[in-house]
């Protein structure tokens, strides 16, 4: 807890057993109240690690996606009755010892959402961004404030905080279940009038940090201009799924699929 808030850091897990531990052990306790981790039917033993670490532990019976695994996880943090939610990706990319700075950013009410951005800083080639997706990060960002009107040092990054009022009120159910639910998010958060800030963030690539290749990187640069140009549209009134206002909300009612015990 800090300033009375319950703090919930949410973990998407897919083929993380050889990361898990190494990201667990530097979360700083003291100010995190339950870890909860969502493993998108992995192929290792992600989950035995997880409940190992005495990880609150949700399995998906089958593959949902990046997208698809965050909305379990939200789901499970509202549940679990948190006021401030860090997702953290359990390959050890991102640094878990800036959550108490990210935490704080919220708990004491001045921002609704907070980015970790890597390109805050010169240090994403140093810690080995390759050099195709750092000009790929620079040019999408470029774009992307430029549509929007508003001015983030990057969309891309996996290491975020977010609100309780936040998760209750964005239609995150209508978002989609590959990588590109995380920049709907953001364009999201901008459309409802939420007040994003940012912290710099050291980044590590090695090869269990990083399964997105070039192909799927292209899909997801399509999908970002495809999120831009929706966001403006909608900003003149012309709404296209998420930005409808019958959007679905992420629904608490329904299952989340198994706790493993
Ligand atoms: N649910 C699900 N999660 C996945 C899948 N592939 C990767 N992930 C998770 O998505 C997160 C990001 O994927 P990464 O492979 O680390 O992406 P990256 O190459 O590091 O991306 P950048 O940091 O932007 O370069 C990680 O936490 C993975 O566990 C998948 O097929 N399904
Ligand atoms: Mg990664």
Known sequence: MINGKKVVIIMPAYNAEKTLKQTYDEIYKDFVDEVILVDDNSQDNT???????????????????????????????????????????PDYQYTPKLIPAIVSMMAFGEYDAVL???????????????LYKFVANKFLTGFENIFTGEKLSEYHTGFRGFTREVLEKLPLDACDNDFIFDNEMI??????GFKIGEVSCPTKYFKEASSINFVRSCKYG???????????LAKMGILTKIFK??????????ELEYYFQ
């Open 47 to 89: 989950k035995i690690v997880s409940k190992e670490l005495n990880i609150t532990t949700i399995v998906h019976k089958e593959n949902k996606g990046y997208g698809g695994n965050q909305k379990s996880c939200y789901k499970a943090a509202l549940k679990a009755n948190a006021d401030i939610v860090v997702m953290l990706h």
């Open 116 to 130: 970790a951005s890597r390109m805050l800083g010169n240090s994403a080639l140093k810690g080995g961004m390759p």
């Open 187 to 192: 364009a999201l958060l901008f459309y409802y």
């Open 222 to 232: 399509l999908g970002v201009l495809a999120v831009s140009v929706k966001y403006r």
């Open 245 to 254: 206002p019958d959007a679905e909300k992420l629904d608490l009612n329904t």
